[in-house]
């Protein structure tokens, strides 16, 4: 027998209906064209299909039948992991509104951080079984507690510097300010410092970390390069700008971001 999605919701029903779910739903599949596949699946031909054979965009009639239930709490685990980015991307903004409505509980599993970063609330980065840190996505992002964390969550230089004092270390023996972490440090120790690609930029005068660019990449909005200081190599990511080109590899550059922006990360 073949169901549209808003009926395939509610055969699974014994009476408890949350009618708000309902009509919500009832707008979704006349927007969608009752039995028809959501626009861009590769699940088959336009035109009816069973329910139980839906694969690509098959995750909505399976929301459906757990939303008309007035659930307590969700668990979604890496449910929109097979579809394409296009698909992808619509069906975050889906499930985000259905969340946004209705306020249900959500507990999203998934291994993509854009994903936990663009949809959460609140973000668990797990590591062999244990949360590694529990915050807001900006808390988790910009203050990550540990390498883990740090390079699980966006991308970020993770670099080998050397305590001088409690706000001065060294990199590649340079010497930079930290504005805070380094208290309770010994001199002479060897840390962890993390510093997003976003908080560096080219600077024109003689400030900053000498080095030579090694490699650049355009990304379309964002270019990003890759700048050897001496043992270790930082990326930056600085947008596109039509009235200045990307420097070419193997020009000397000066490497300028702020002491807040250095952050020494903790073990683990």
Request: aromatic share 6%.
């Amino acid at each position: 027998m073949l169901l549209n999605l808003c009926r395939n919701a509610v055969q699974a029903l014994d009476g408890d209906q949350n009618p708000a779910v309902v009509r919500r739903l009832s707008v979704t599949a006349r927007r969608e064209g009752g039995t028809r596949p959501p626009r861009g699946s590769s699940a088959g031909p336009p035109g009816p299909r069973p329910v139980d054979r839906l694969r690509h965009g098959g995750e909505r009639p399976g929301l459906a039948r757990a939303l008309v239930r007035k659930p307590s709490v969700f668990l979604l685990d890496e449910p929109i992991s097979h579809l394409d980015t296009r698909q992808r991307y619509r069906m975050r903004r889906f499930i985000k509104s259905l969340h946004q409505e209705f306020n249900y509980t959500m507990i999203y599993v998934t291994h993509d951080q854009e994903e936990a970063l663009s949809m959460s609330d609140r973000i668990v980065v797990m590591n062999e079984g244990r949360a590694a840190q529990v915050g807001t996505p900006f808390e988790v992002y910009t203050w990550p507690k540990n390498r883990f964390v740090a390079s699980f969550v966006g991308t970020l230089n993770l670099l080998d510097g050397i305590v001088l004092d409690e706000g001065r270390l060294t990199l590649d023996g340079r010497e930079v300010t930290v504005g805070r972490g380094l208290a309770g440090r010994r001199a002479g120790e060897t840390v962890t410092v993390a510093l997003r690609p976003e908080a560096v930029t080219l600077g024109a005068t003689a400030t900053g970390l000498p080095g030579t660019v090694e490699a650049v990449s355009f990304l379309g909005a964002v270019v990003r390069v890759k700048v050897r200081l001496d043992t270790q190599v930082v990326t930056l990511d600085a947008f596109n700008q039509t009235t200045q080109r990307p420097p070419e590899p193997g020009t000397a550059v000066r490497l300028v971001f702020g002491a807040e922006d250095l952050l020494v990360l903790g073990e683990g």
